[in-house]
């Protein structure tokens, strides 16, 4: 008899109803349920921080933002408080009582934001972590908007694209930021170049307010610029007001393009480049002549606008040696007090 084949006499096994399935699930259910609210139950009589988010409101620039912000311990045991963690080098934080907490105690610590050279909204994290096995870390957040005690309009104050050998001036507003009645006494610039020319008051209701003129001299260098204008106040306990001042003074003249490149150019060929120099302001542009000590260069200069602009053309003529080939154009010529600007010419010369 083969031992696979099932026995005649034996019953086939018994289908359980879907009546007791369900009845199961329906009993264990809130049986599972009641186990995880038990666990979670468990878990929140560990340490607690008294907020999870400090609002300062309105803080003035170069006063801290403070707060005092409290960790209540556990209610069945003592609390070891261990490293508390800031989010930046601006942020401290202080505990101002001992780090083991008595059951049902709390601690108190103390935070402090320095806000010099802040402006806008603020916002720092500080995590405290405990011997609580189930929440180790926990976290709070310190926001603020941080406000000058005066502000200025326009807001950067900003130089845009000054030519060269020229003057420009700039009217700058200052109102109260977080005072309102103030006086001048005093107005000056860092550097020589940026002259504060008169500190006017303005009758404005509701708060004081200056007009200041700056003006920027021929002086002033080519390239970015930045100053510091430092205003005196009759403001109590608070230092000088300091307005940044950045802008950008361009050269007179300009090469376009500022380089010529040439790229491979095989020997007993010529190839042709142009550029332009340009005048965009100040004195009228005399053009002589330029100058280049590579034989292979030839030069050839036509004036497109009087006093404003000259064209020029160069032509190469690749002659051995082979190898790399960089020459500098010099042209002869002026715009007042400002020298011409150089040209770097670049090229390859190869065999054929």
């Known amino acids: 008899m083969d031992a ?53 409101g309105v803080v003035e620039q170069g006063r801290p933002a403070t707060c005092i912000v409290t960790v209540d311990g556990a209610a ?11 989010s930046c080098s601006t942020c401290r934080a202080t505990l101002l009582d001992a780090r083991g907490i008595p059951p ?67 009217r700058v507003e200052i109102r109260g930021g977080t005072i309102n009645q103030f006086e001048i006494r005093s107005c000056r610039s860092s550097v020589s170049w940026l002259e504060v020319e008169s500190v006017v008051p303005e009758v404005e209701e509701g708060g004081s307010c200056y007009v200041v003129m700056l003006r920027l001299k021929k002086t002033a260098p080519v390239g970015q610029i930045r100053a510091v204008v430092s205003v005196d106040t009759d403001a109590p306990n608070r230092g000088p007001f300091a307005i940044p001042v950045s802008g950008r003074v361009v050269p007179a003249v300009v090469c376009d393009p500022p380089v010529l490149a040439f790229g491979q150019v095989t020997v007993g060929t ?63 010529g002026s715009a007042g007090e400002h020298a011409l600007p150089t040209v770097t010419l670049f090229a390859y010369i190869v065999d054929r």
């Open 270 to 332: 010529r190839r042709v480049r142009e550029f332009d120099f340009l005048r965009r302001g100040g004195p009228p542009l005399k053009f002589e002549q330029i100058v280049c000590d590579d034989p292979r260069i030839s030069v050839r200069v036509t004036e497109s606008a009087p006093d404003n602009a000259y064209h020029v053309t160069v032509e190469l003529s690749a002659n051995p040696p082979t190898g790399r080939l960089r020459t500098v154009l010099v042209p002869q």
């Open 76 to 86: 069945d045991r003592s609390t070891h408080i261990g490293r508390i963690m800031v």
């Open 104 to 170: 049902g105690a709390s601690a108190r610590l103390r935070v402090s934001v320095t806000t010099d050279g802040e402006v806008g909204e603020l916002s720092r994290i500080v995590r405290v972590m405990t011997d609580d096995p189930k929440r180790p870390v926990q976290s709070f957040k310190i926001s603020a908007t941080v406000v000058p005690f005066l502000v200025t309009k326009p807001n950067p104050v900003t130089l845009k694209d000054v030519v060269q050998g020229t003057e420009s001036s700039l």
């Open 4 to 56: 696979r084949r099932p026995s005649p006499n034996r019953k086939p096994p018994r289908e359980r109803p879907p009546g007791r399935q369900v009845l199961m699930v329906c009993v264990l259910g809130p049986l599972a349920m009641g186990l995880g609210a038990s666990r979670l139950d468990a878990g929140s009589a560990g340490p607690l921080l008294s907020t999870a988010e400090v609002d300062l």
